[in-house]
């Protein structure tokens, strides 16, 4: 089995910046994929950033040049770097990873962008 922890949610002001990490533990396989996708209120599930174990990426265009992802596969962590937040960014994240055999959701965490 395949456990995956978020952290690094919270309450920014606009333009601020905040960090999210989610750390993958158990049955590791590679190839694997982790990111992130986000649910505002009354709203669907969105890609925001994916990145493989070997480096690849998919995301949605318009976040690209405000997010940035990263990983350590040693640690089997991806980070989601958000800069100039927007009161549009307003989500729970939610973190995936998936392997050949194994889809799995993270809990989510609250991003809020509010003066």
């Known amino acids: 089995q395949v456990q995956v922890v978020e952290s690094g949610g919270g309450l920014v002001q606009p333009g601020g910046s905040l960090r999210l990490s989610c750390q993958a533990s158990?049955?590791?396989?590679?190839?694997?994929?982790m990111g992130w996708y986000r649910q505002a209120p009354g709203k669907q599930r969105e890609l925001v950033y994916t990145m493989t174990s070997g480096g690849g990426t998919t995301y949605t265009d318009s976040l690209k040049g405000r997010f940035t992802i990263s990983r350590d596969n040693a640690k089997n962590t991806v980070y989601l770097q958000m800069n100039s937040l927007k009161p549009d960014d307003t989500a729970v994240y939610y973190c995936r990873y998936t392997d050949y055999r194994t889809n799995l959701w993270g809990q989510g965490t609250q991003v809020t962008v509010s003066s």
């Open positions: 158990g049955n590791i396989f590679s190839p694997n994929t």
